[in-house]
């Protein structure tokens, strides 16, 4: 199980990116896939995640600016961005697990068992 993380950038505030999670060695339809963030000093918490039956689920920090999708067919899990603020600034990791989520927007990493590298959101004030 192998998940690859790409998109992160630098964008000032107010700005949109879009996260791509390649994921290698599992079907995503089994899998719950989740975006989790850790700033500089911070623990790290959850954002988005998205459940194997499509289901998606946001922390109230990034509710309605975030949006997370998955396409099957690509392997490929996504987090659209909008409105980005500089607390927003972390380094962004995609994580899954197999099986059904319980938790709705209750996200934490301990949830996850499979983690792929971060890549670095940077938002400018």
């Known amino acids: 199980v192998q998940l690859q993380a790409s998109g992160g950038g630098f964008v000032q505030t107010g700005g949109s990116l879009r996260l791509s999670c390649s994921v290698f060695?599992?079907?995503?339809?089994?899998?719950?896939i989740g975006w989790l963030r850790q700033s500089p000093g911070k623990e790290r918490e959850g954002a988005s995640v998205i459940t194997k039956e499509g289901v998606a689920y946001h922390a109230d920090s990034v509710k309605g600016r975030f949006t997370i999708s998955s396409d099957s067919a690509k392997s490929a899990v996504y987090l659209q961005m909008n409105n980005l603020k500089p607390e927003d600034t972390a380094t962004y990791y995609c994580?899954?697990?197999?099986?059904?989520?319980?938790?709705?927007?209750?996200?934490?990493?301990?949830?996850?068992?499979?983690w792929g590298q971060g890549t670095l959101v940077t938002v400018s004030s």
């Open positions: 994580a899954s697990k197999s099986g059904t989520y319980y938790y709705a927007d209750y996200i934490l990493p301990e949830m996850f068992d499979f």
């Open positions: 060695g599992f079907n995503i339809d089994d899998y719950f």
